[in-house]
């Protein structure tokens, strides 16, 4: 029984998930790095960065780079959780209920010594659930006032323009915050507490399993876990999300192209002020 | 026989020689007491028997002396109460000190074809004394300029006139005067006077030629004396705010007129500073579009922000400077720029706003992600100790 439970694995992400998951931590890390020397110009770690960089106006286009990369992803993660909620009819088990606070309590209570049992989850647990949702915020306010940044001539045209100085402290205090959850809460969670490493394979082990998601066990034994409709069902639901996917798509890509594009912020060479004549003797006085 | 017929041919020659003798002895023993007491900044080469001040006086006092070169007029009196002025006559330097090709008259003919060809001959003398300024000048936009073949470009005596030059740095102090650094921007208008005409109209050069307030920059505070370098370089123009901040960041000085000395932080933790600041270390050459002091504040027409007419605290006023790079500007993008001001409730509050709000909830979010993790490792720990199993 022990061997069973060690060797019989359940898929836990499938690869697209996989792939999105490494695109979101290069994006991710990307990000993170080349703010340091923006955030921390006066900073030994901002300067070694800049250093290998090339300088600040390479290291912006990195970072702008990266960031497109992330908007992409973001633009791919929506139109996939369409689909799965949508055409496959997916439980939506990301979303947060009130079960996740109890959770979270009764593990706290639980490692501190007030209950004897640890909580029994589901699919995700108040944990991943609480990241997930932590990367929602994060992305939504650094995308909001990554554009007024990009774009502060579009973005004064309509908004008062002490929210481009505002976004950038929101940018930069919502940046420190998102880096270190990451290293404290996902580097914690996930590889130091134990190395789970479903994200690269996919798979979990019933051990795992049982530990980490007993109730998502219990579905899947039970066989009422996310149940594949009939083909039909399919293709007749994919015959409408695929036009309001592409109606989709091609809004988001508006959005994105037009977050890059929507304005020439500055001029990149500037014509040097014109100094008066420089040499103009005195006439002598007659 | 040789004697009598010098006697008899130079019979009134010799009371002059004498009288001369005499008086050159007595010069000398002067300038020796002097010497003494006075320290000397350099110690020129002397000629053996030079003829005294006095000597060459007796005749370029006289009016009338001037001689044609060229075209030119050379002037040639010199006036005696205004060479006594000078720090030159206080030094007790010779005319023959400077003017070493002449001891005696008649003189020797003069080659050069006009004024400034002369001048040329002439100014080299002044590294005998003056060696460090010399030299330094070898380093400056007017010798390159020179070399590059325009003798209009300033040498040392279009700024410091021998005759009448007098003593610009205080005997002791070696510090310059007061009275030197107001007259600065007139020796530098001679020149440069419509850049003069600017200064004069701006806070810093009202102030110093209204006010003899010596508190603000005169030409050299930003252009530097003698290796004076060329300023519409790159790297002239990436360093001006660290330029500026000498002394808009020197409490000593800004103080006094309640300005604050926050301007450089302010800059560098805004967009334009942070790469400035980022670009200046890395590529000190390397020109950007960013913006320093002088591109908003102006250059030799610097006025006080609150200027009704060109200040740039008025949003208009400021949109101007904007457009110069964001050419699509509108009349809400400058205050974009939060104008040196650290967010408070007066000044851009919702950015101080901001601030506060990540102040406490950064800790908040990780403080509590902290707690909990340690109490997952406590429990870890605990469990391994009792032997149980951990879920």
Not at chain 1, 132 to 147: K, L, P, R, S
Request: proline share 6%; charged share 20%; glycine share 6%.
């Amino acid at each position: 029984m022990s061997k069973k439970i060690e060797t019989q694995t359940y898929e836990r992400f499938p690869v697209w998930r996989r792939i999105e998951h490494i695109i979101m931590v290069l994006s991710f890390s990307t990000l993170g790095l080349t703010g340091i020397p923006q955030k921390y110009p006066s900073s030994t770690a901002g300067a070694a960065i800049l250093q290998a960089l090339g300088g600040i106006e390479n290291l912006r286009f990195v970072h702008h780079t990266a960031a497109i990369i992330m908007m992409f992803g973001t633009a791919w993660h929506i139109l996939v959780m369409g689909y799965s909620v949508f055409v496959m009819r997916d439980k939506m088990s990301m979303l947060p209920s009130l079960q996740d606070a109890k959770d979270g309590i009764q593990a706290l209570f639980y490692n501190i010594g007030f209950v004897k049992e640890y909580p029994k989850m589901g699919r995700y647990t108040f944990e991943e659930k609480l990241e997930y949702w932590a990367f929602v915020w994060g992305a939504a306010v650094m995308g909001a006032t990554g554009f007024l940044m990009w774009n502060p001539i579009t973005s004064t045209r309509y908004l008062p323009g002490e929210f481009v100085p505002a976004a950038k402290a929101a940018h930069g205090g919502e940046a420190v915050l998102a880096v270190l959850a990451i290293i404290i809460w996902h580097i914690y969670g996930v590889h130091i507490k134990r190395f789970n490493k479903a994200m690269f394979t996919g798979l979990q082990t019933e051990a795992e399993m049982l530990h980490e998601h007993p109730l998502e066990l219990d579905e899947i034994k039970a066989g009422s876990a996310n149940r594949r409709p009939d083909r039909a069902t399919i293709r007749k639901r994919q015959m409408i999300y695929f036009p309001i996917a592409a109606f989709l798509t091609l809004g988001m890509l508006a959005g994105i192209i037009g977050f890059i594009n929507v304005e020439e912020t500055a001029l990149t060479t500037i014509e040097p002020l014109t100094e008066p004549q420089i040499y103009v003797p005195q006439t002598p006085v007659p | 026989m040789r004697l009598g017929k010098q006697i008899r041919s130079t019979h009134s020659g010799i009371s002059l020689r004498a009288s001369l003798t005499l008086l050159l002895g007595l010069l000398f023993f002067a300038y020796a007491v002097v010497s003494f007491v006075t320290p000397v900044q350099a110690a020129p080469v002397y000629q053996e028997n030079k003829p005294a001040n006095d000597f060459c006086l007796a005749c370029h006092q006289e009016d009338g002396l001037d001689f044609k070169l060229g075209k030119d007029m050379i002037p040639a009196t010199i006036n005696p109460t205004q060479f006594g002025n000078s720090v030159h006559s206080d030094e007790g330097i010779m005319c023959v000190d400077c003017h070493t090709d002449i001891n005696d008259y008649p003189h020797p003919k003069v080659k050069s074809k006009n004024a400034r060809a002369f001048s040329f001959t002439l100014f080299v003398v002044c590294k005998q004394c003056h060696e460090d300024q010399f030299l330094k000048v070898q380093d400056s936009v007017h010798q390159r300029a020179i070399d590059g073949g325009n003798t209009n470009a300033a040498i040392c005596t279009d700024c410091h006139n021998p005759h009448t030059q007098g003593r610009l740095t205080g005997k002791t102090s070696g510090e310059l005067t007061p009275a030197a650094r107001v007259h600065i921007p007139l020796t530098c208008s001679k020149c440069h006077s419509v850049i003069y005409d600017a200064y004069k109209t701006s806070v810093h050069g009202n102030a110093l030629t209204q006010e003899k307030n010596t508190d603000v920059p005169t030409c050299i505070d930003c252009h530097g004396v003698h290796n004076i370098q060329k300023p519409t370089t790159v790297s002239f123009r990436n360093s001006t705010p660290f330029l500026c901040a000498k002394c808009h960041t020197d409490p000593a000085i800004m103080d006094k007129y309640g300005i604050t000395t926050n301007v450089l932080n302010s800059y560098v933790a805004d967009f334009h500073g942070t790469t400035v600041k980022l670009f200046e270390e890395e590529f000190p050459g390397q020109p950007t579009n960013k913006p320093v002091c002088t591109d908003c504040h102006g250059v030799h027409n610097i006025s006080k922000v609150d200027n009704p007419k060109t200040g740039i605290a008025l949003r208009e006023n400021l949109l101007v400077k904007c457009q110069r790079c964001h050419p699509d500007a509108t009349i809400d993008f400058p205050s974009a720029w939060m104008s040196h001001y650290e967010p408070s409730p007066e000044h851009y509050p919702i950015v101080y706003a901001v601030n506060l709000f990540y102040k406490f909830f950064i800790p908040a979010v990780l403080g509590g992600m902290i707690f909990f993790v340690l109490t997952d490792i406590f429990r870890r720990i605990v469990n391994s100790i009792k032997g149980v199993k951990h879920v």
